[in-house]
């Protein structure tokens, strides 16, 4: 169900939402499952409720949050739209050279890393064990090893422990991709990281989105007002001058459609003079802040990847670890492994090796010649237990 965050506190992680019910509820930050964005006023979310309990919030896309807050105009007479119009543009264009952004870029960067903190936890004791495999390095010859087991025992994925610890993998990584993307895109993050957490840069946006539309409207109604002004004309030339009522009313109408017309453009210039003569907010910002928060970000942000790295790699070896004690337990798996001959304990690295035997070692491609080297990682790991 889609809702909107009414206000969210960074210090605390508290705040509180309305859904398109109307209803109102409470949240903290540990609900929240995106990784991309966090959690700010104004903001349009997906909110997963269970049995009448708010359970999950994610956010939803920033195109959808537009659409959403309904931001296009609706075509109505430039008279009546001109006062509102400008009191909008008064509100919008204050001077911003010296207005502070409602949250810091400390705060900023703490609510954003709040999601990926809470999915962490406590550093965990994992990260000073031995017992571990680079993920990065293993990933994609360990994850075919268990497709080959699966396709050999299809029972091997109806494991509890198993599907959770694919499951962790999964978010893991998808921690890490995003966190990674914001770190090797550093104007994209300050964007989605601390421009869009403003309250002040998201009203910018909308009232230009606001004014664009406007605009496109506006001059609509040029296009179309012109030649009906023009046939009116043409058609009051073939009226004769002694039918004074009919002259009358096709000039009353005419003078109405011309008025129109001049309190269009007029309005038109209005918004054009005011969208060229305001402060670019995001510009002004980038400008004072962009190098405290680059500075910020890689360095919180690099002791996050480092954490979630090290989890990554424990939660490999104990993947590897998992499936071939599982495969060990299935007579389908031990059958098969015994017919081709293939003899060690039951581990990704003697299945590496059956696998390299396979092929022609003068012919080895890109990727075969990573396996090689792959072989010889894991065979450094088991000389240093």
């Known amino acids: 169900m889609d809702g909107r965050i009414l206000y969210y506190n960074p210090h605390t992680g508290q705040g509180k939402l309305i859904l398109r019910s109307q209803e109102k509820l409470t949240f903290s930050a540990d609900l929240w499952e995106d990784f991309d964005v966090m959690p700010s006023a104004g903001k349009v979310v997906d909110c997963r409720i ?83 495999l680079d993920f990065f390095r293993v990933e994609r010859f360990l994850m075919t ?42 104007k994209l993050a300050f964007e989605m990281i601390f421009l869009r957490s403003q309250p002040e840069y998201l009203q910018f946006i909308r009232y230009n989105e606001q004014c664009l539309n406007r605009i496109s409207i506006l001059s609509k109604m040029e296009e179309s007002l012109f030649p009906d002004i023009q046939a009116k004309e043409e058609e009051l030339k073939l009226i004769p001058l002694d ?6 009313a096709l000039e009353k109408e005419l003078k109405s459609l011309r008025r129109y017309y001049v309190d269009t453009i007029h309005e038109n210039a209005q918004i054009y003079e005011e969208l060229s003569s305001m402060e670019d907010l995001k510009a002004i910002y980038t400008q004072r802040f962009l190098s405290e928060f680059l500075s ?65 070692q003068d012919k080895l491609n890109k990727e075969q010649k990573e396996l090689v080297k792959l072989e010889e990682y894991l065979e450094s790991l088991e000389k240093s237990k």
């Open 145 to 186: 090893a268990y497709n080959d087991l699966k396709g050999l025992d299809a029972t091997l994925h109806n494991h509890a422990d198993v599907k959770k610890i694919l499951e962790d993998i999964r978010q893991l990584q998808k921690a890490y991709r995003t966190l990674e993307s914001r770190l090797d895109a550093p």
């Open 243 to 248: 039918q004074l009522e009919e002259r009358q």
């Open 50 to 132: 269970e049995k009448g309990q708010l359970v999950a919030i994610k956010a939803l896309s920033f195109e959808n949050e537009l659409d959403s807050v309904e931001l296009k105009a609706q075509p109505q007479a430039p008279k009546q739209q001109t006062d509102t119009t400008q009191t909008s543009q008064k509100s919008a264009t204050n001077s911003v050279s010296g207005q502070q952004p409602t949250f810091s870029v400390s705060e900023t960067i703490q609510n954003y890393f709040k999601p990926i903190e809470s999915f962490i936890g406590k550093p965990p004791e994992v990260l000073n064990t031995s017992k571990q």
């Open 296 to 360: 910020k970000l890689m360095k919180v942000g690099g002791k996050y990847m480092e954490t979630l790295r090290g989890i990554l790699n424990y939660r490999a070896y104990e993947f590897d670890q998992l499936i071939w004690r599982h495969a060990e337990q299935s007579r389908t798996i031990r059958e098969f492994l015994h017919s081709a001959q293939i003899d060690g304990e039951y581990s990704t690295l003697t299945f590496l090796r059956y696998y390299l035997k396979t092929l022609n």
